[in-house]
């Protein structure tokens, strides 16, 4: 099985532009995430879902939004870009919300 | 609120010394632990979990840790290193409604 697919793998986003990261999954998990990681930060919480049709915002939501439509879906949603948004995105799924957490392959994105 | 602490930001090691990562975490009832490794340009990988049971964990690649509540700590540790383990190291603490927190990381380095 594929586990967790992100797409695009990388991005160059001009600022105020908009952007839709894509996150999925085929392991049928009920909670996803999405972090970003950034230097000597670590990885900070954007989003987060516990089950299909709920959200809930982390420890960095401010810029972000996310939509959970169906179980295996969670993409994270840029509106109007900025510079400060240039990190590393990471989206991971987990069967519980105190299980382990399994990450897709990470979305890096510049922002201009 | 939970939160983990990984006091070393890097840790320079020897090829075919033992390691030790440290990682202490702070939450109120009993805690579920993992450990992940992240290579270069690569999402997270789950090296080993604690739930419950045998206080001393075995993981993939030869890892090993140990939960010790009297001090509040989940250390991570191998025998021997080999150059293939330099990556960063996180430790994780489960609890709360957004899943996972994680300490900041430790860069491991591995001199020849």
């Known amino acids: 099985t594929a586990g967790i697919t992100q797409a695009p793998t990388s991005q160059i986003l001009a600022a105020g532009r908009s952007m839709t990261l894509r996150c999925t999954q085929d392991m049928r998990h009920n909670a996803m995430y999405w972090y970003r990681q950034d230097l000597g930060l670590g990885l900070r919480l954007i989003h987060y879902s516990n089950t299909a049709g709920t959200t809930g915002k982390g420890e960095v939501p401010d810029g972000y939004s996310v939509s959970r439509a169906n179980t295996d879906d969670f993409p994270l949603t840029l509106a109007s870009a900025v510079p400060s948004q240039t990190s590393v995105y990471f989206c991971?799924?987990?069967?519980?919300?105190?299980?382990?957490?399994?990450f897709g392959p990470g979305t890096r994105l510049t922002v201009t | 609120a939970q939160s983990v602490t990984q006091p070393d930001i890097h840790i320079t090691v020897s090829e075919g010394a033992s390691l030790e990562l440290r990682c202490n975490y702070s939450y109120g009832a009993t805690p579920y632990l993992f450990w992940y490794v992240q290579s270069p340009g690569q999402g997270l990988q789950l090296l080993l979990k604690y739930f419950s049971g045998d206080t001393l964990v075995q993981g993939i690649k030869g890892f090993e840790a140990e939960f010790k509540r009297s001090q509040s700590s989940f250390n991570l540790r191998k025998p021997s290193v080999h150059w293939s383990d330099a990556a960063e190291y996180f430790c994780?603490?489960?609890?709360?409604?957004?899943?996972?927190?994680f300490g900041k990381g430790t860069h491991l380095i591995i001199q020849p």
């Open positions: 991971a799924s987990s069967q519980t919300r105190t299980g382990e957490q399994y």
């Open positions: 994780a603490v489960a609890g709360g409604a957004d899943g996972l927190t």
